[in-house]
């Protein structure tokens, strides 16, 4: 049993159709908890093209840039179920990685990810030998719930601005002696679509923030989980 958690604002709606209608082909019991911003269009795309299945949608409120953070909380926060998957609506899978991972439920696991460039050409993102020391990169990742609570999730902090959020969890969740591995033989990629930053000085403020917490220890962040 999954709770998968999506975090979706406008501009993902192609790739998230071409991701749900992967996860509908798995058999496992699941929840996907779509975590928005835009409720009334992200309702009316799902159900216009029949994505329903398995589907909340829950409303949240947060006026500037796009980080996940605030998103992933509330999705946790929500879950019925222990086995958390986070994720994103570009992220397809390309394996059977529901398959693969129920026998790996009550472990953390962070799966191998491709991105996808504009032309369809893919290069790596995470596998057992690239970016693999901490559960940062986690494009696609099964998590516990309770152990996700140990560290009192994502800093909200990160909502000032853009980036760097995905490295402060994996920092604090490292520091926390909390374990994990990264497997090679579940793999998702990450469909193409434009980055922009949209909060001035974006990067910087998040950069700080996790110096910040980096440097001063911080393993449960004050403002996280617990907060929304």
């Given at each position: 049993?999954?709770?998968?958690?999506?975090?979706?604002?406008?501009?993902?709606?192609?790739?998230?159709?071409?991701?749900?209608?992967?996860?509908?082909?798995?058999?496992?019991?699941?929840?996907?908890?779509?975590?928005?911003?835009?409720?009334?269009?992200?309702?009316?795309?799902?159900?216009?093209?029949?994505?329903?299945?398995?589907?909340?949608?829950?409303?949240?409120?947060?006026?500037?840039?796009?980080?996940?953070?605030?998103?992933?909380?509330?999705?946790?926060?929500?879950?019925?179920?222990?086995?958390?998957?986070?994720?994103?609506?570009?992220?397809?899978?390309?394996?059977?990685?529901?398959?693969?991972?129920?026998?790996?439920?009550?472990?953390?696991?962070?799966?191998?990810?491709?991105?996808?460039?504009?032309?369809?050409?893919?290069?790596?993102?995470?596998?057992?030998?690239?970016?693999?020391?901490?559960?940062?990169?986690?494009?696609?990742?099964?998590?516990?719930?309770?152990?996700i609570e140990k560290i009192n999730g994502w800093d909200n902090e990160f909502m000032k601005g853009y980036a760097y959020d995905d490295?402060?969890?994996?920092?604090?969740?490292?520091?926390?002696?909390?374990?994990?591995?990264?497997?090679?033989?579940?793999?998702?990629?990450?469909?193409?679509?434009?980055?922009?930053?949209?909060?001035?000085?974006?990067?910087?403020?998040?950069?700080?923030?996790?110096?910040?917490?980096?440097?001063?220890?911080?393993?449960?962040?004050?403002?996280?989980?617990?907060?929304?």
């Open positions: 049993m999954f709770s998968i958690i999506m975090p979706m604002d406008l501009g993902r709606f192609e790739q998230f159709k071409q991701t749900k209608l992967v996860y509908d082909s798995f058999l496992q019991k699941k929840e996907v908890l779509i975590i928005t911003r835009n409720y009334e269009a992200v309702k009316k795309y799902i159900n216009d093209n029949n994505l329903s299945k398995d589907v909340k949608i829950i409303s949240y409120t947060h006026y500037d840039g796009f980080s996940p953070v605030k998103a992933f909380n509330i999705g946790v926060k929500n879950a019925m179920y222990n086995s958390i998957i986070i994720t994103s609506p570009e992220v397809k899978p390309i394996t059977r990685v529901l398959d693969q991972l129920e026998p790996l439920i009550g472990k953390n696991i962070i799966c191998h990810a491709l991105d996808e460039n504009s032309s369809g050409a893919t290069s790596e993102l995470v596998n057992k030998n690239f970016r693999s020391d901490t559960p940062g990169m986690y494009f696609l990742a099964m998590f516990n719930k309770s152990d490295t402060d969890f994996g920092k604090r969740w490292v520091k926390a002696g909390l374990p994990f591995r990264v497997v090679d033989d579940i793999i998702a990629v990450h469909q193409y679509h434009e980055r922009k930053e949209t909060i001035s000085n974006g990067l910087q403020i998040n950069y700080d923030r996790c110096k910040y917490n980096e440097e001063n220890n911080v393993i449960y962040c004050e403002n996280g989980l617990s907060n929304v």
